[in-house]
């Protein structure tokens, strides 16, 4: 099916661990991005990329790396979780950087004890 | 520093009633948008206005962008029970986009 897709929708570690999310779109868009919602903060931009190879921070980056080497896939990775990245985590993405609609995906809640 | 504030927070109300939700900034946005979401999903764009002082309607939700192109409201008119959920604004520039908060609207029957 055509959209935008995240994995695992809930995901239990342990605070030290790595932990990837996954996030996949079929629409060929070429921006993706990453975000953190926490309560009273909205959404949050962790990274986000405009093209294959290309990637930037957002607004939280520290602790979490991304890599973007096909279009259609965005992991978001945490190489050592910590209690303070307990979130639930949104990827998007958009057509262009010209403050189009984003494309969002179900989310992965994240708890690290 | 939020650089979108959304108010209230958090709205309670009864079916029938009107309510006004409020995205302010200090910041130029080249477009704002506005989202909803509801549990277990991610936010769903509702509209988008580009223009200072535009104003769209969506059935019942009227949304209207600052002259200034700084601040946005969303006017809800007779509120429904289906209408409960999160509403996010947020602000484009430099493609990226800002987020406010969010408002948490719950309608009672």
């Known amino acids: 099916d055509a959209g935008i897709t995240q994995s695992p929708r809930y995901k239990i570690t342990e605070t030290g661990r790595q932990v990837t999310l996954m996030c996949h779109q079929t629409?060929?868009?070429?921006?993706m991005f990453w975000y953190r919602q926490d309560l009273g903060h909205g959404l949050r931009l962790i990274y986000y990329?405009?093209?294959?190879?290309?990637?930037d921070k957002g607004e939280v980056p520290d602790g979490y790396v991304v890599s973007r080497s096909k279009t259609e896939n965005f992991p978001l990775t945490l190489e050592s979780a910590t209690r303070s990245q307990t979130s639930v985590y949104f990827c998007?993405?958009?057509?262009?950087?010209?403050?189009?609609?984003?494309?969002f995906g179900d989310g992965t809640r994240l708890s690290i004890l | 520093t939020q650089l979108l504030e959304q108010s209230p927070q958090f709205l309670s109300i009864q079916e029938g009633e009107n309510l006004t939700v409020y995205c302010n900034s200090s910041?130029?946005?080249?477009?704002l948008q506005w989202y909803r979401q509801e549990p277990g999903e991610g936010p769903v764009l509702l509209v988008t206005?580009?223009?200072?002082?535009e104003v769209k309607k969506l059935k019942r939700l009227t949304f209207q962008f600052g002259d200034a192109r700084k601040d946005s409201s969303l006017h809800i008119t007779a509120a429904q029970p289906g209408d409960t959920g999160l509403y996010l604004c947020?602000?484009?520039?430099?493609?990226?986009?800002?987020f406010g908060q969010g408002t948490t609207l719950q309608v009672k029957p």
């Open positions: 998007a993405s958009t057509p262009s950087d010209l403050g189009q609609p984003q494309h």
């Open positions: 910041s130029v946005f080249s477009s």
């Open positions: 947020a602000g484009a520039r430099t493609g990226k986009l800002i």
């Open positions: 629409w060929s868009h070429s921006y």
């Open positions: 990329s405009a093209a294959a190879d290309i990637t």
């Open positions: 206005v580009v223009t200072g002082g």
